[in-house]
């Protein structure tokens, strides 16, 4: 098989259209889920050397929607687990390559948006992998994930949703950036922006990082999932024909709201290429950076807890018909 490559990024980043522009290239497996064995599966189960736990990881992944979609034989799988599995990378090579052989191509794909915060993890158990950190901007992000309920701020923190959606959107991209600059050639940055604006030529650059052909037309022609149909939490704007996904933020934002965003989370917009455009300075400046500070502690922890402890896994609770 030739080298594996991770689509990542934070969530409502474009992953998604990334991801089914490589598989609508062309050579690549179509396994139209993410997988989550880093974020979710595996830290579940500790020790995949263990076979007791590789059979419980595969008694809860049968469950799974990211297996029922694969139509990998269930038999031939548990076998090739048990007898060859030794680490969560393992797990999803042999998944990915049952997948790949099936479909006569020899090469594979893979996007879960969280897996950005386990680049060192999935670095370790599989050393040929390739990482395309897809980075859009923080307000447009933010919008999205409040409007999907994402991510969840604390009850006295309730009406401010949005900024904390941008203070995660802050935290989960300055990891993956940490990350993946520690791998050197192996991983590489393109901006949703530059993407939507110029595909052509965003498509070159990538398809000569992981050496594939991704030839827009092509992709175009074969328009797999959201390449053809947007994957938006603004569906109507689909609906209306308006969809204008760059720059929303623009006509969402109330001037006092984008003032106390970009208070909150401004240095690092201005760092990822996204200049800052309030007029008035936030509100409670102090405050927001406690704020910040205080989310970004919790997160940092409870990361380190659930990848390096065995209490980690107490928060894996999501029950098979969630997956």
Known sequence: MKRPVFVLGSPRSGTTLLYHMLLSAGGFAVYRSESKVFDLIAPRFGSLRAAKNRAKMLDLWFQTRMFGVSEVDPDEFRAEIMSECRTAGDFLR???????????????????????????????????????????????????????????????????????????????????????????????????????????????????????????????????????????????????????????????????????????????????????????????ADALKRMRAFYRAYWDSKLSIKVKTPFGRFFMTSAPSEL
């Open 94 to 284: 042999i998944f990915m390559e049952d997948i790949s052989r099936a479909q006569n191509v020899d090469r594979w794909a893979e996007c879960t948006p969280e897996h950005l915060l386990y680049v060192p993890w999935i670095k370790r158990d599989l050393p040929d992998a390739q990482f395309i950190h897809i980075i859009r901007d923080g307000r447009d992000v933010a919008l999205s994930l409040q409007k999907q309920g994402w991510v969840q701020p604390f009850p006295w923190d309730k009406d401010r949703g949005l900024i904390v959606a941008g203070i995660f959107w802050e935290w989960i991209v300055g990891k993956g950036r940490e990350f993946g600059r520690a791998l050197g050639a192996d991983y590489t940055e393109i901006r949703y922006e530059d993407l939507m604006a110029d595909p052509r030529s965003a498509l070159a650059r990538l398809g000569q990082f992981i050496d594939h052909d991704l030839n827009y037309d092509r992709i175009q022609q074969v328009a797999i999932g959201s390449v053809n149909e947007p994957n938006t939490s603004f569906t109507s704007e689909v609906q209306k024909g308006g969809f204008q996904p760059v720059g929303r933020w623009r006509s969402s934002f109330l001037s006092g709201d984008l003032a106390t965003f970009e208070g909150a989370i401004g240095p690092f917009l201005k760092e990822s290429g996204y200049p800052l455009e309030a007029t008035e300075k936030p509100r409670n």
